[in-house]
């Protein structure tokens, strides 16, 4: 149980363009999602979090303009990276939660790279 | 001070012995605690969750809390070279995950 998928697993896009993740929780109902970065190296750093039907809370220097977080449904949450530049490259993890517990549960990350 | 501190590594054990990883944190507040280990270039997988003072053991991996000296730490038995990779020690605060900025972990046969 408590697997969560996301798609793609990289991606490769130019600069000015806009990028979608998708993250699913497939066989949970997750009432809340959180979105990371990691650079090489780092440790993972949170973006923002999101529950379903509510905007998403950003992390202090998040831009929530550029990265645009949709929480739709239950199983869904997107991230959108908007005119993306070659800072922007990184690998983007989302995690799943369900509400009566406090464990987080990764999907396999996107590999974003902007050109 | 960090809210989570992690000794960086690497920690080099051999085949076999046993690895002890360490972590602190900063808000006595905190109840909810986390081993996550991430394998290079992948994302991290959840190993242990422990709540309560003392030991929690699962299989080779034994979690050890101590909330009076703000302490969480992760035993491997029987190393073996698949477990080399880097361990997440993360606190939950206020419903989010605060993560260490991981030790990493190299078992030698």
């Known amino acids: 149980g408590a697997v969560v998928s996301q798609h793609p697993s990289w991606v490769i896009c130019k600069s000015g363009t806009s990028v979608k993740i998708e993250c699913r929780s497939l066989d949970f109902q997750a009432t809340t999602m959180f979105w990371y970065r990691q650079f090489p190296k780092q440790s993972l750093m949170l973006m923002a979090t999101?529950?379903?039907?509510?905007?998403?809370?950003?992390e202090q220097g998040v831009e929530k303009d550029k990265f645009l977080i949709n929480h739709a449904s239950l199983t869904l949450s997107t991230l959108t990276v908007t005119s993306a530049h070659p800072e922007d490259s990184s690998f983007y993890i989302c995690?799943?939660?369900?509400?009566?517990?406090?464990?987080?549960?990764f999907g396999p990350g996107t590999r974003l790279t902007v050109t | 001070q960090k809210e989570v501190e992690q000794n960086s590594g690497p920690l080099s054990v051999p085949e076999g012995a046993i690895a002890s990883l360490n972590c602190t944190y900063s808000?006595?507040?905190?109840?909810?605690f986390f081993w996550y280990r991430q394998y290079s270039g992948k994302s991290p997988e959840l190993i242990m969750s422990i709540y309560s003072n003392g030991d929690k053991e699962d299989g080779r991996f034994t979690a050890q809390l101590n909330k009076a000296s703000q302490y969480v730490s992760l035993l491997i038995r029987d190393s073996q070279p698949s477990d080399s990779a880097t361990y997440l020690c993360?606190?939950?605060?206020?419903?989010?995950?605060?993560f260490g900025q991981g030790t990493e972990l190299s078992v030698k046969p």
């Open positions: 995690s799943a939660r369900t509400g009566s517990e406090y464990e987080q549960y």
């Open positions: 808000d006595r507040g905190s109840q909810s």
């Open positions: 999101s529950n379903e039907g509510s905007k998403a809370t950003y």
């Open positions: 993360a606190v939950n605060q206020g419903g989010k995950l605060i």
